[in-house]
T-cell receptor
Framework: EAQVTQNPRYLITVTGKKLTVTCSQN?????MSWYRQDPGLGLRQIYY???????DKGDVPEGYKVSRKEKRNFPLILESPSPNQTSLYFC????????????FGPGTRLTVT | AQSVTQLGSHVSVSEGALVLLRCNYS??????LFWYVQYPNQGLQLLLK??????LVKGINGFEAEFKKSETSFHLTKPSAHMSDAAEYFC????????????FGQGTELSVKP
């Protein structure tokens, strides 16, 4: 089954404790992206990657890192989480940019206390 | 810069009534437009998209949307609401100048009353 998987689905952590949210897709998509969803703001892009070893900042990259060492994986790293990073995070992938449909993972709900 | 505005953060309709969710966009180039649906505790699922060609686009679950360039709108409609349509709906435009990222509207939560 074609899908985007994220782990963990739920995470509660404390300020400053490094964490990684994994994202994997099995559709051989080149384009992958991370979004955060906050009430009243819709989804905003954090980082995106157009291919292996190619990443770029989205609209809200501060406090986040990403890497793309393999085509299927695109982890999101929070080196020193803060309470304002409490949010719902989605990973997405697509065959190509623009008109290509983006497939979304199930989401990771992160709470930073 | 491209942007998307969804009118109404919450829309409530009766079962069997018309569903109309409004979306206006701004874009300096011909846009790619999308509607996504998010059911509780799930990711986003594509309802329909407009890229080129026919301006009336049909999607899944009986939804359709019409691209109106003169009005910069891409409103989502369904003739008869079903209880299972209750969800949050997002309109989005693809920004070709920024790697094709999706720019989302704020979302509209649809409630369906029995």
């Amino acid at each position: 089954e074609a899908q985007v998987t994220q782990n963990p689905r739920y995470l509660i952590t404390v300020t400053g404790k490094k964490l990684t949210v994994t994202c994997s897709q099995n559709m051989n998509h080149e384009y992958m992206s991370w979004y955060r969803q906050d009430p009243g703001l819709g989804l905003r892009q954090i980082y995106y990657s157009m291919n292996v070893e190619v990443t770029d900042k989205g609209d809200v990259p501060e406090g986040y890192k990403v890497s793309r060492k393999e085509k299927r994986n695109f982890p999101l790293i929070l080196e020193s989480p803060s309470p304002n990073q409490t949010s719902l995070y989605f990973c997405a992938s697509s065959r190509r940019q623009g008109a290509g449909e983006q497939y979304f993972g199930p989401g990771t709900r992160l709470t930073v206390t | 810069a491209q942007s998307v505005t969804q009118l109404g953060s919450h829309v409530s309709v009766s079962e069997g009534a018309l569903v109309l969710l409004r979306c206006n966009y701004s874009s300096s180039v011909p846009p790619y437009l999308f509607w996504y649906v998010q059911y509780p505790n799930q990711g986003l699922q594509l309802l329909l998209k407009y890229t080129t060609g026919a301006t009336l686009v049909k999607g899944i679950n009986g939804f359709e949307a019409e691209f109106k360039k003169s009005e910069t709108s891409f409103h989502l409609t369904k003739p008869s609401a079903h209880m299972s349509d209750a969800a949050e709906y997002f309109c989005a435009v693809s920004d070709e100048n920024q790697g094709g990222k999706l720019i989302f509207g704020q979302g509209t939560e649809l409630s369906v009353k029995p």
